[in-house]
């Protein structure tokens, strides 16, 4: 069946933009997350979203980001004022519900601040 | 809290050796352990999961991985290593009593399998 699918998959943008990112998860997953992936790095956690409970947004690294999911579909993770530093990878996984499940990955969404 | 160690940014051998890439965890109650691997310019992947029952799990691609308790490892091992086997590997743990927290994963280890 159909995988995570993330959109875009590349996104150049100017400092100071707004950009809104996408990920669709698999199709009955109530688990969704995201992470961020600096160059050469490993993961570092977003949020997660899990059924009808409040998100976590722990890993939040300032106001400037959010995120969104409209039932247990799609999600979308916003970045306010992009700076330079935000420049990285953005990966959704979504999965069946909270581990001991899998989490299966998108692509990712390689993002580019000038 | 909850946390995973991969202690070694990047190991190196040779088609056809044994491989291990190293795991230790620290957890609230009984473990759940996973590994991914990352290819280049590609998402993550699953590669096996333990989570109760035989302590060596089989995976995809000839992987596998033994889940040591009294160590707390959870070591990635692979029979004879091949070329296409280089990417990045991330370990995952989430303990049994950690509410509803998500996976935490390692810093990733770089194999490089050299022909």
């Known amino acids: 069946g159909a995988g995570v699918s993330q959109s875009p998959s590349n996104k150049v943008t100017e400092k100071g933009k707004d950009v809104e990112l996408r990920c669709d998860p698999i199709?009955?997953?109530?688990?969704l997350y995201w992470y961020r992936q600096r160059l050469g790095q490993g993961l570092e956690f977003l949020i997660y979203?899990?059924?009808?409970?409040?998100?976590?947004k722990s890993g939040l690294p300032s106001d400037r980001f959010s995120a969104e999911r409209t039932g247990e579909s799609v999600s979308t993770l916003t970045i306010q004022r992009t700076q330079q530093e935000d420049s990285a990878v953005y990966l959704c996984?979504?999965?069946?519900?909270?581990?001991?499940?899998?989490?299966?990955f998108g692509p990712g969404t390689r993002l580019t601040v000038t | 809290a909850q946390s995973v160690a991969q202690p070694e940014d990047q190991v190196n051998v040779a088609e056809g050796n044994p491989l291990t890439v190293k795991c230790t965890y620290s957890?609230?109650?009984?473990?759940?352990l996973f590994w991914y691997v990352q290819y280049p310019n590609r998402g993550l992947q699953f590669l096996l999961k333990?989570?109760?029952?035989?302590?060596l799990v089989k995976g995809s691609y000839g992987f596998e991985a033994e889940f040591n308790k009294s160590q707390t490892s959870f070591h990635l091992k692979k029979p004879s290593a091949l070329v296409s086997d280089s990417a990045l590997y991330f370990c995952?743990?989430?303990?049994?009593?950690?509410?509803?927290?998500?996976?935490?994963f390692g810093k990733g280890t770089r194999l490089s399998v050299i022909a």
């Open positions: 996984a979504s999965s069946l519900a909270l581990t001991p499940y899998e989490q299966y």
């Open positions: 199709s009955g997953h109530t688990a």
């Open positions: 979203f899990q059924g009808n409970s409040a998100p976590d």
């Open positions: 957890v609230s109650g009984n473990p759940y």
């Open positions: 333990y989570i109760t029952g035989d302590n």
């Open positions: 995952a743990v989430r303990g049994s009593n950690s509410g509803n927290t998500p996976l935490v």
